[in-house]
């Protein structure tokens, strides 16, 4: 009997074999472009996109997706997935040119977000959380883990040394030069890990705020199905993730401003010292309080924010691009484009006659609490944080509602 759990759960994930773990699981197919997608499909009949995608290379949308709980049981019969035969946590390191982050693979239940255990720094859209929701109703799978983070915890990370010092049930390497090692924790094991992780007393979403606000939208409109109040999690101490920076490019051209104003108008703001630079960065990282803009005008924005609680990503939508721009919906509004740091050479490549470029540095998870505890929403494209995760190497099934 394991211990009573606090905020993480053990469960009985479903995997594939140890020696078709390579070739089942998948980086997120919103990754990949039609041609990938529709060479992975064809070069590689385990592949979890064969699931995601039972078709082909367009997914199931709309009102039925039978045909992909009928991909996954289809996976079961030839036992390219199989369900573990108790419950129990999955202890998860994925190594790394970015560095190593190992955690505890479990489940949380859905109304610790509505209780403020789990906590949110992004807002989502209702429309893709009714989308996202039903689509689990049919569904009824969590093929991909919401990746978050918590404060140290040096009793469990004692508990994962000495897991890990034993020989991983899973270890492979991916094409992308990621190493992926998974342990079974069962038993007394498992009741380790449930007695330090109780004194976690919070939660905070680095990756999935969708998928967590979809899957408290399931668990409340059907609460008579105890197997739908949770969703998988991959649960890893903050200090472990890994943040880039996320740019904005601004499409001066369909804006009512010149960019000579705007700077101007820039200039003159107090919290604001402004240096000119007409050479382009080698690095896309600004220091944690400036912001390098690029394009028709080279300029060095040093932003002073110990009068405000705001992060740069806040100050930078309400300071600026709401009152200069009259950009009030970022999320959708289409002379902003967003771009992460390992799209560097694109930002590099852009006609900037018409375009300015805001370099913003990486956010931190020091930052990330500050908001997420204060229930401030950060602007969309905030943060860009790792480890990415992998679709159908653990999965959570909790079977499909009718």
């Not at 994925?94 to 949380?108: K, Y």
């Not at 009512?256 to 960065?281: K, Y």
Request: proline share 8%; aromatic share 8%.
């Amino acid at each position: 009997m394991i211990t009573k759990p606090g905020l993480i759960h053990p469960f009985q994930a479903v995997l594939p074999p140890p020696d078709k773990a390579h070739l089942v699981a998948t980086r997120s197919y919103l990754t990949y472009s039609d041609y990938e997608l529709k060479d992975k499909l064809a070069r590689n009949p385990f592949s979890y996109l064969h699931v995601i995608h039972p078709s082909g290379v367009h997914a199931p949308h709309g009102d039925d997706m039978a045909p992909v709980r009928q991909a996954f049981e289809r996976f079961i019969e030839r036992g390219w997935l199989q369900e573990d035969p108790e419950p129990g946590y999955y202890v998860l390191r994925q190594t790394s040119a970015l560095g190593e982050v190992t955690g505890i693979l479990g489940t949380v239940p859905a109304k610790a977000a509505e209780q403020g255990a789990v906590k949110v720094h992004e807002s989502t859209l209702t429309d893709r959380e009714v989308l996202f929701a039903q689509y689990l109703a049919q569904v009824g799978l969590n093929a991909e883990p919401t990746l978050l983070a918590h404060d140290p915890n040096p009793a469990l990370n004692d508990v994962i040394e000495g897991i890990t010092s034993a020989p991983a049930q899973y270890d492979f390497t991916t094409a992308d030069a990621v190493r992926h090692s998974l342990w079974r924790a069962t038993g007394n094991t498992a009741d380790r890990i449930a007695k330090a992780a109780a004194h976690i007393e919070a939660l905070y979403i680095a990756d999935g705020h969708h998928r967590v606000a979809s899957s408290l939208r399931l668990a409340k409109a059907h609460p008579e199905v105890p197997s739908a109040q949770s969703f998988m999690t991959f649960m890893v101490p903050g200090d472990q993730l890994v943040f880039k920076g996320y740019h904005r490019v601004l499409n001066s051209a369909e804006t009512h401003w010149d960019l000579a104003s705007c700077v101007d108008l820039l200039r003159a703001m107090p919290e604001v010292t402004a240096n000119s630079n007409t050479a382009s960065p080698t690095s896309p990282s600004p220091l944690h309080n400036q912001i390098h803009l690029r394009g028709a005008i080279q300029l060095d924005l040093t932003v002073d924010l110990s009068e405000t609680e705001l992060t740069l990503p806040e100050w930078l939508q309400t300071r600026v691009f709401a009152p200069v721009f009259g950009i009030q919906t970022p999320r959708t509004d289409r002379r902003l484009r967003y771009l992460t740091e390992d799209q560097w050479g694109d930002l590099q490549q852009t006609n900037f006659a018409t375009r300015l470029a805001f370099i913003l540095p990486p956010m931190d998870f020091s930052s990330l609490k500050s908001v997420a505890d204060a229930g401030r929403f950060m602007p969309p494209k905030s943060t860009w944080i790792a480890p990415k995760l992998r679709s159908g190497l653990t999965l959570f099934d909790f079977g499909p509602i009718a």
